[in-house]
């Protein structure tokens, strides 16, 4: 019997987050993830379907090696007409002595036996009851998950508890209740939960997948628990086919700091929560979802000034928990829509004082920008944020180039480089097999620590050329620009009412390959000139993160 407060975490990104589409792990990917599960204190950890492709068969054959984490198999019961003994896929499930549990998909829902298998319904039963019994013999444990269970309770309750107990009575560890069309709403896992505990099947070996058709797994995964199943299934960062699964990233969290339960995940690896969830989305080359509960980057985000001046006095007045718990940070937005309290914390943030800005330096600053207003007018910082917001430019989503902003009024951010002239040609031509080309190429004169370069790059426009030729000139003097990326490139018109003559925005995120990221924007009539505005405080940024040993 387990812990009536213990909670075990099964995660399946590697085998059912793999079916989402567009998403196509290698052996290598499937390591790399798995280690950071392992480092999060996952229970569980499916690693695919060994004998179902070489992907997976590669991944079986040499796993990592785990410190907190049981390898698992997955894979499906023995087919009609054989001996469980006697059927390859059952023994390829446990081919590799590093699977430490197998879990075995079978049907429990009438309709789907008797149209998507075509077999009698005992036979599927004896299929369960038998492959469970057979690899009961072969691995430590094994589990059983009862695909469309709860769809199949709601059609005919008596055969649905029927292949339950096929499995339970043969020895299953677990047994894993799946809403695998994912259309079930938490007052239906919670009622249905209850009744198969009340049936005699006991929720310290029940389990639960929930699919998340619905917009309702993670909240149908809790509401499981509360009913009293003690095994929770699902993806980080809910990955998965069609709309996805239920989110660890969200259930870990609310089960350890919401409800109380103990996942054996301690509260320092809970910190690991958004390195992981990042570490998924660097693999599948994704952009982080900046709005996801707990770890996305907008999590604790605040930029209304009525809010920040409370969080100044207590961060709970808009925090449910403290960010640091599961490794995120808080942050404190700048915008049009800030007051000073906003400005006043971000910088407190970076450890910088209002009161050393000084008029004549944010004066200077803006003399640099090619903005409609006189910087004789700014008053003071809050004022200088407001206008250049008024012109364009939004800080919300560019920290980078405030942060860059603030510290060079205080003058602290060297001239690492300084642009002297450019000059951009678009060519269009036929290349050797006839077919229309563009070509961009960019000169560019950069003027480095006294000395000036002339380079010549080309790109597939305007913005990739004079990136290659700026990038040129600098890696020599600065060899740490070799890992910068730009990870998303966005433009948007922010004077519509004026043509084509309206301001344009530029907003660049860039990332170091370290799982650092930061955005920069320009603001600018011409797009060339916004572009190179933020391209260059993206450079500028990196530079002086790492002068700073950051």
């Known amino acids: ?46 690693g695919g379907w060994p004998g179902a492709n070489p992907t997976d068969d590669a991944f079986f054959a040499n796993p990592p090696g785990f410190t907190q984490s049981k390898l698992c198999a997955f894979g499906m019961t023995r087919r009609a007409g054989r001996s469980a003994d006697n059927d390859p896929g059952l023994n390829a499930l446990v081919a590799h002595e590093t699977v430490g549990a197998v879990t075995m998909v079978g049907k429990s829902w ?20 038998e492959s469970i019994a057979h690899l009961g013999t072969k691995v430590p444990e094994v589990l059983y998950d009862a695909e469309h269970f709860f769809d199949g309770y709601k059609a005919n309750p008596a055969y649905a508890l029927a292949a339950l107990r096929a499995a339970y009575d043969n020895g299953a560890r677990w ?19 209850g009744e198969v505990i009340a049936a005699g099947i006991p929720g310290s070996h029940l389990g639960v997948h929930c699919h998340n058709d619905t917009d309702a797994a993670v909240a149908n995964s809790l509401a499981a628990v509360k009913a009293g ?10 990955l998965g086919e069609r709309c996805g699964n239920a989110n660890l990233v969200s259930i870990i969290p609310n089960l350890m700091l919401k409800m109380g339960f103990d996942t054996g995940i301690s509260l320092e690896a809970l910190k690991n929560l958004v390195r992981a969830s990042r570490a998924l989305d660097e693999v599948l080359d994704r952009k982080p979802n900046r709005s996801q509960p707990y770890v996305g980057s907008s999590a604790f985000a605040h930029k209304g000034g009525l809010h920040v001046s409370a969080v100044a006095k207590d961060p709970s007045c808009y925090e449910h928990i403290d960010p640091s718990m599961v490794g995120n940070a808080r942050q404190i937005v700048v915008s049009d829509q800030a007051g000073r309290s906003n400005i006043v914390a971000r910088m407190a943030d970076l450890g910088l004082d209002i009161a050393s800005v000084k008029k004549d330096a944010l004066i200077a600053v803006v003399e640099q920008m090619q903005v409609a207003f006189d910087p004789r007018d700014v008053v003071d910082l809050v004022d200088l944020i407001k206008r250049l ?85 600098l890696t020599g003097p600065y060899p740490q620009l070799e890992a910068l990326e730009l990870a998303d490139y966005r433009v948007r018109i922010v004077e519509s009412t004026a043509g ?51």
């Not at 499937?30 to 499916?46: F, V």
């Not at 344009?504 to 572009?531: C, F, K, M, P, Q």
């Open 110 to 129: 009438d309709f789907q036996v008797t149209v998507a298998l075509g077999v009698e319904l005992d036979e599927n039963l004896r299929m369960i009851g």
């Open 229 to 238: 199943v003690r095994q929770v299934q699902g993806t980080i960062n809910g």
């Open 389 to 473: 917001e008024h012109e364009g430019y939004a800080y919300d989503t560019a920290a980078a180039s405030f942060e860059l902003l603030v510290r060079r009024a205080l003058g602290q951010v060297p001239d690492y480089f300084r642009l002297e002239r450019y000059r951009v040609i678009d060519e269009r031509r036929r290349n050797a097999v006839g077919h229309w080309v563009t070509l961009s190429e960019a000169t560019v004169k950069v003027e480095v620590a006294g000395k000036e370069y002339i380079q010549v790059g080309e790109g597939d426009g305007p913005v990739h050329a004079f990136d290659t030729a700026l990038r040129q000139v």
């Open 1 to 46: 019997m387990t812990n009536s407060s213990r909670v075990y975490i099964y995660d399946t990104t590697l085998r059912d987050g793999a079916q989402t589409q567009g998403v196509d792990f290698s052996a290598a990917d499937k390591a790399k993830i798995a280690r950071e599960l392992d480092a999060l204190g996952i229970d569980y950890i499916e």
């Open 500 to 550: 084509t003559s309206a301001r344009t925005r530029v907003t660049i995120e860039s990332t170091d390959g370290r799982g650092h990221r930061w955005n920069t924007v320009g603001v600018h009539s011409n797009v060339l000139e916004a572009s190179l505005e933020a391209l260059q405080d993206s450079i500028a940024y990196m530079l002086y993160r790492f002068a700073d040993g950051i």
């Open 175 to 193: 047994i894993v209740l799946c809403d695998t069309n994912g259309g079930s709403l938490p007052h239906d896992i919670e009622r249905i939960v």
